[in-house]
């Protein structure tokens, strides 16, 4: 079977004239005379691929990533190397201006299977656009790309349910200790419907550091010196970690793209030893219910951050309320994100609200109860030192280093903490207490 094509660009009729002499793999079924025009003709269902001659300095990650959710693979042509670099970090093959029509068919005939081999049901990514005709994952970057993205990094994503059960405060905390241990850190506000980073941390700058570093990437020019201009600092009296800022209002979550913050995780794991990412509570994925057309999914910052992270912590309430939450929340979490291994962390843990001897009855009710996931932590409830630490814009191990939520949250991540507390002075009967 002969594979559609469309192209743009007059300047490449030789390409295009020695493609339909072929009379063989590939047809062009279309000449566009812009790059919108050849936008609208591959969402139609006209192509399987598109050969952008003219314009390729038009191509963003988003647009790679609409195309790549129809099933439309894109072979840009041009001769600069720095808009050959470019084009490869958004994911789109590069050939030479003059490459020979033969070779030119084969390479979109292997990207035309690749794309077949990729986007069957089930493995694993959604595209970051609501469609109502088509729910296809995420075509892989081509090779080289992922060869130059490659890092050490971790990436750890703190989501929860609904009804704030801490996810904030368990993120900032997290990165805090990990800095504390000498560990290279990004803080990243995904969460798009209420970021709360900055304000947390009492940072001013209102610029929206994450929303900068997704319009770079999506142009394709996001590195690791851009990547950290655009992230603030945090310093504390045992290290020092960057935090980039989540949107300023809540209407701005368009701009948080799936495809630009693939780009931006990947950069923050060349910069970072660990990416600490702060998640929406929202896993839907069903926003093709309310659009007639390709648009863009809210939770798709906070899904592609899960679908990425090498770890989940899974936050919810130790209460009637948050409890119940989360344990529909994990199920949600299994069926949005197959392959996430949660990490159970119980938080706001009072006597008041569970009764006496909290963690014995929590794990009575979660063995009952529960998905069949353990407890990995449970965090104390303690307003007074959170709400002085919010008030300071510091984190625990500043205004609170000897409190009991302070440790239970460094144990998550920081298996030496517990021996550590001597040099803040605490006693071994305190740390005895959240065993209770």
Not at 81 to 88: H, I, T, Y
Not at 335 to 346: E, Y
Not at 397 to 423: M, T, W, Y
Request: aromatic content about 4%; proline content about 5%.
């Amino acid at each position: 079977m002969s594979i559609p094509v469309v192209t743009v660009g007059a300047a490449q009729e030789s390409v295009v004239e020695g493609l339909e002499r072929l009379h063989g793999p590939v047809t062009v079924v279309r000449r566009c005379s812009e790059l919108a025009e050849l936008m609208a003709a591959c969402q139609s269902g006209l192509a399987m691929a598109a050969i952008v001659g003219e314009g390729s300095e038009e191509l963003t990650s988003t647009l790679v990533d609409r195309l790549g959710a129809v099933g439309v693979s894109i072979v840009a042509l041009t001769e600069s190397p720095d808009e050959a670099s470019r084009l490869r970090s958004i994911g789109v093959v590069v050939a030479s201006s003059d490459i020979e029509p033969a070779a030119l068919a084969s390479e979109i005939s292997q990207l035309v299977e690749q794309a077949s081999k990729y986007g069957r049901p089930g493995d694993g990514r959604s595209v970051g656009f609501a469609d109502p005709a088509v729910d296809l994952p995420m075509l892989p970057l081509p090779d080289e790309v992922a060869e130059e993205q490659g890092s050490s990094g971790r990436i750890f994503a703190v989501w929860g349910p609904t009804g704030a059960p801490g996810r904030t405060l368990v993120a900032v905390n997290i990165a805090a200790e990990l800095a504390c241990e000498g560990q290279s850190v990004i803080l990243v506000d995904a969460d798009s419907y209420g970021a709360s980073v900055s304000a947390m941390l009492g940072l001013l700058d209102e610029s929206a550091g994450l929303a900068q570093a997704c319009r770079l990437a999506d142009q394709g020019l996001l590195d690791v010196d851009a990547l950290s201009a655009a992230a603030s600092h945090v310093f504390t009296t045992s290290g020092s970690f960057r935090v980039l800022t989540g949107t300023t209002r809540a209407d701005r979550w368009t701009e948080l793209r799936a495809a630009a913050l693939t780009l931006v995780l990947e950069r923050a794991k060349q910069l970072a030893d660990v990416v600490v990412v702060d998640t929406g509570f929202c896993l839907e994925s069903d926003e093709e219910l309310s659009f007639d057309t390709l648009a863009p999914r809210r939770n798709a910052a906070t899904l592609r951050s899960l679908e990425l992270a090498d770890v989940v912590f899974a936050v919810g309430a130790a209460d009637a309320i948050g409890v119940p939450r989360l344990v529909r929340g994990l199920a949600e979490l299994e069926m949005a994100v197959p392959h996430a291994s949660p990490r159970v962390v119980l938080n706001k843990v009072k006597r008041s609200a569970v009764g006496y001897a909290p963690r014995q009855q929590l794990d009575d009710a979660w063995n009952r109860y529960g998905p069949g996931v353990g407890i990995e932590a449970y965090i104390p409830s303690d307003p007074a030192v959170c709400d002085a630490a919010l008030l300071a814009g510091s984190v625990l191990l500043e205004s609170a280093p000897d409190s009991d939520v302070r440790v239970a949250i460094a144990g998550l991540v920081c298996a030496p903490v517990h021996q550590k507390r001597n040099s803040f002075g605490r006693s071994t009967r305190a740390l005895h207490r959240l065993k209770r």
